[in-house]
């Protein structure tokens, strides 16, 4: 399991700043998560001003 990041994503990069494992990069227009470094937090789906990374 690990979280996913929608194309509702800004590009704030509020998640990318929270995460514990510095799993987030910035990708082509959106943010995009590295599903093998993700340990399932939560914590970009707080940071995240419009709701963008999702549970899978
Ligand atoms: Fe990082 Fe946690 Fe979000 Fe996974 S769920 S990308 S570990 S902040
Ligand atoms: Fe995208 Fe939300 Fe992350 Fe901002 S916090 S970069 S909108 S996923």
Same mark, same amino acid.
């Given at each position: 399991m690990a979280y996913k990041i929608t194309?509702? &994503?800004?590009? &704030?990069?509020a998640c990318a700043e929270g995460c514990p494992v510095d799993a987030i990069s910035e990708g082509d227009g959106i943010y995009v998560i590295d599903a093998d470094a &993700?340990?399932?937090?939560g914590a970009c789906a707080e940071a995240c001003p419009v709701g963008a990374p999702v549970a899978e």
């Amino acid at each position: 399991m690990a979280y996913k990041i929608t194309e509702d &994503c800004i590009a &704030c990069g509020a998640c990318a700043e929270g995460c514990p494992v510095d799993a987030i990069s910035e990708g082509d227009g959106i943010y995009v998560i590295d599903a093998d470094a &993700c340990i399932d937090c939560g914590a970009c789906a707080e940071a995240c001003p419009v709701g963008a990374p999702v549970a899978e």
